[in-house]
């Protein structure tokens, strides 16, 4: 099993749906979640941090965090065009390592 | 600001050979991680320094190495290379490091070993 689970898609949405992106892991001493999106030849940069369960909102996206079922996501509503790429989900667990998922590709159909 | 910067951006190697990377962080960041990000495996993490020392470390052969000099700047080392070393190297940096700081990644180092 892979301590950070992604399914890597593609996934296809129409633009102004909502994607939703899951990301499972294993490490349930894990504290720390993000949510990084990278474009096709670009580095990841930082969307959204969550660290307690529930949700957090910031503009269009909302992470949700349910440390019971070790399980977080990432909503993008009103999903446009410029959305699309790749989204990884990274987990600090002990010793503060860092894992990343395999991302999810995403793809808003205009 | 200006932001992480890596040189050199695009390297070309055989195998059996040695390459260093280099990664200067964003002003006032003192910890710098290198990630490896290929199709098949993804981003995954080689190593973590911070003031110089290396704090944290993945599962990586001892042909993997590092290190940070007292500006934060810091190399890669990889000796020996195998085809499977082909792959995008991304370093990232923090304020401190730690579980719940923002990094910031350069546009990384594609290597491609023949």
């Known amino acids: 099993q892979k301590e950070v689970e992604q399914n890597s898609g593609p996934l296809s949405v129409p633009e102004g749906a909502i994607a939703s992106l899951n990301c499972t892991y294993s490490?349930?001493?894990?504290?720390?979640f993000f949510w990084y999106r990278q474009y096709s030849g670009k580095s990841p940069e930082l969307i959204m941090s969550?660290?307690?369960?529930g949700d957090k909102e910031d503009g269009r996206f909302t992470a949700q965090l349910n440390k019971a079922s070790q399980y977080v996501s990432l909503l993008i509503r009103d999903s446009q065009p410029s959305d699309s790429a790749t989204y990884l989900c990274?987990?600090?667990?002990?010793?503060?390592?860092?894992?990343f998922g395999i991302g999810t590709k995403l793809q808003v159909i205009p | 600001k200006a932001g992480v910067t890596q040189t050199p951006r695009y390297l070309i190697k055989t195998r059996g050979q040695q390459v260093t990377l280099s990664c200067s962080p964003i002003?006032?960041?003192?910890?710098v991680s290198w990630y490896q990000q290929t199709p098949g495996q993804g981003l995954q993490f080689l190593f973590e320094?911070?003031?110089?020392?290396?704090?944290n470390k993945g599962n990586f052969p001892g042909r993997f190495s590092g290190r940070q000099f007292s500006n934060s700047r810091s190399e890669m080392n990889v000796s020996t290379l195998e085809l499977g070393d082909s792959a995008l190297y991304l370093c990232?940096?923090?304020?401190?490091?730690?579980?719940?700081?923002?990094?910031?990644f350069g546009p990384g180092t594609r290597l491609l070993v023949l």
């Open positions: 990232a940096s923090s304020l401190n490091g730690g579980g719940t700081e923002t990094q910031y």
């Open positions: 490490d349930r001493g894990s504290q720390s």
């Open positions: 969550i660290y307690s369960n």
């Open positions: 990274a987990v600090i667990g002990g010793y503060q390592k860092v894992t």
């Open positions: 002003s006032g960041h003192r910890s």
């Open positions: 320094y911070f003031s110089e020392t290396q704090r």
